[in-house]
Nanobody, 124 residues
Framework: QVQLVESGGGLVQAGGSLRLSCAAS????????MGWFRQTPGKEREFVAA????????QYADSVKGRFTISRDNAKNMVYLQMNSPKPEDTAIYYC?????????????????WGQGTQVTISS
């Protein structure tokens, strides 16, 4: 079964840190870009960070640039999102996603496999 499973969400104080993990299984993901997106009630899912297959190219939403870091371990089929100095406005359900083609993209329409999401709550 091809799937992505996120973990690591929870309640953290603003200014702290949190690391989200995404375990990929069922097929080879090392040739595809991976991304993190987030969604809050009543809003559309928004891009947070993306990483190329090689891990060399990254892109971040302006709102998280300098605070969040995306990384991957292709040998373990894992993707991570390190969240430093989170803010209350970072509170959301965070989703891991795998690209549908082996080309770098930040558009959610270019990601065709999604995890179930993990809740992140940042308290002030």
């Amino acid at each position: 079964q091809v799937q992505l499973v996120e973990s690591g969400g929870g309640l953290v104080q603003a200014g702290g840190s949190l690391r989200l993990s995404c375990a990929a299984s069922g097929r080879t993901f090392s040739n595809y870009p991976m991304g993190w997106f987030r969604q809050t009630p009543g809003k559309e899912r928004e891009f947070v960070a993306a990483l190329s297959a090689s891990g060399i190219t990254t892109q971040y939403a302006d709102s998280v640039k300098g605070r969040f870091t995306i990384s991957r371990d292709n040998a373990k089929n894992m993707v991570y999102l390190q969240m430093n100095s989170p803010k209350p406005e970072d509170t959301a359900i965070y989703y891991c996603a795998a690209g549908r083609r082996p080309f770098f993209s930040t558009s959610n329409t270019d990601f065709n496999l999604w995890g179930q999401g993990t809740q992140v709550t940042i308290s002030s």
